[in-house]
């Protein structure tokens, strides 16, 4: 069921969004979101596929798990928990060998399904060790390495996110990485509550955004929003970005933000406009067991101009731009991460409904936070499985070819980056 909200009368009155909602200080009842660990039964990015080399290793991260991801002999894409079954040296620091991963160590060597392939020195008539370690689902899209931490047995009925723009050749895609030191809850917030283009003065210019409504569910939260330009200096950029020319304009925008747990959507759509002028789709991933630090991965994908070579020519104008922004919405999350750290809690005085209700969107998809402890039974290494682990996954590890295994070896299907 989904509800749809109007932004229409900020009075109160019946039927409106702010009855809805009694702002209140943080009830003890209510579970804190920065809290909250993100849902592993999905695909998420953990590097940029140009980071993972032919025959070459990266060491990755997901919500404390390190990954130790490489591209074997045939181009294909592997992900193996980053820790010999031996000593637990990390297994990002080996050599690639054909399809295998031999740790820097003993040499000892894995296949990309995780098991245990060679070990060099041992003797004759002993067995080797029936555990190897965990091979983690993984698929290549869109210029991105997407792994699927979660139960194993739910990677096949998981869909990738569908990004039709881009494969367009009418759009060219800009590819962001970098890391936050802040909850992915703060990530959402900040670009689904578009009233903070304060922040943003010195860049956009005066801009008045007007609520126009929004639609929330148990899995999602889309607002939709009028900005309209109030004068002031804008970024070259940022007029080029939202296809206004070198002159830029006046008009206002559609802009459109999506929640659509866990990944988050942004659309900007002028006025009198049939398309939009650019998509953005993002993934917060978080890095550490704490989650208190994600990785953003993001695509923009601008449509080009009717003018052949335009848009490469504006493209350095428009990093620039994207960059400034997206460095000013670093330094507010941060903060309130910071002030949580400082606090021990969410002293958030929250007045604005769409914020409550994406909360609650995060909250209620959300899983608890793992200890060291869950961590170490979710590794094969520490003689467990973890509770997300089906007998697939189980079965990755032993003597023989396993459903798990055959996931992992999916052939690599990269898309690149699209040009003028």
């Known amino acids: 069921m989904t509800e749809t ?7 109160g009155g019946p039927g409106t969004a702010s009855e809805r909602h009694v702002v209140t200080s943080p009830s003890p009842a209510t579970a804190d979101l920065r809290r909250t ?20 290793t990266f060491a990755a991260r997901f919500a404390g798990e390190r990954i130790a991801l490489y591209r074997g002999g045939s181009g294909t894409v592997y992900a193996l928990e980053d820790r010999c079954a031996h000593r637990q040296v990390p297994l990002s620091m080996g050599v690639v060998e054909g399809e295998s991963l031999r740790c820097c160590y003993h040499a000892w060597a894995y296949r990309g399904n995780g098991r245990i392939s060679q070990i060099p020195y041992l003797p004759k008539g002993v067995d080797r060790p029936p555990r190897g370690v965990r091979a983690y689902p993984v698929r290549e899209a869109y210029g991105l390495v997407f792994v699927f ?41 900040n670009l689904l509550d578009m009233n903070h283009q304060f922040l943003h003065r010195g860049v956009l210019g005066r801009i008045q955004p007007e609520l126009l409504g929004y639609d ?7 607002a939709r929003y009028l900005f309209t330009p109030a004068g002031g200096r804008k970024d070259r950029g940022a007029g080029l970005l939202s296809a206004e020319g070198i002159g830029g304009g006046k008009a206002p925008d559609v802009i459109t933000v999506r929640t659509e747990y866990p990944y988050q959507t942004l659309q900007a759509l002028p006025e009198k406009a049939e398309l939009p002028a650019f998509s953005l789709w993002v993934a917060y991933v978080p890095e550490d067991a704490e989650q208190r630090t994600n990785h953003v991965y993001g695509l923009l994908m601008i449509r080009k101009p009717p003018v052949p070579g335009a848009l490469h020519a504006a493209w350095p104008l428009i990093r620039r731009f994207t960059e400034r922004v997206f460095a000013e919405d670093r330094m507010a999350v941060e903060s309130e991460q910071r002030a949580w750290d400082e606090q021990g ?22 899983v608890p936070i793992r200890s060291k402890a869950d961590l170490c039974a979710a590794s094969t290494l520490c003689g467990g499985n973890a509770p997300h682990k ?31």
């Open 390 to 420: 089906g007998p697939a996954a189980r079965a990755a590890t032993e003597d023989g070819e396993s459903k798990a295994g055959a996931k992992t070896h999916a052939p690599a299907d990269a898309d690149a980056d699209h040009r003028d």
């Open 5 to 11: 909200q109007s932004a229409q009368d900020g009075t």
């Open 345 to 366: 809690s969410d002293w958030n005085q929250e007045v604005f409904p769409l914020i409550l209700d994406v909360r609650k969107v995060l909250r209620s998809n959300g």
């Open 37 to 56: 660990g993100i849902n592993p039964d999905f695909w998420y990015p953990v590097s940029v596929s140009g980071s993972v080399r032919k025959n070459s």
């Open 216 to 222: 929330t569910g148990p899995h999602s939260v889309e």
């Open 149 to 189: 931490p979660g139960d194993p047995e739910k990677a096949a009925e998981t869909p990738l996110p569908e990004l039709p723009a881009h494969a367009s050749a009418k759009h060219r895609t800009m590819t962001f990485s970098r890391t936050v030191r802040c909850h992915y809850s703060f990530m959402h917030e």
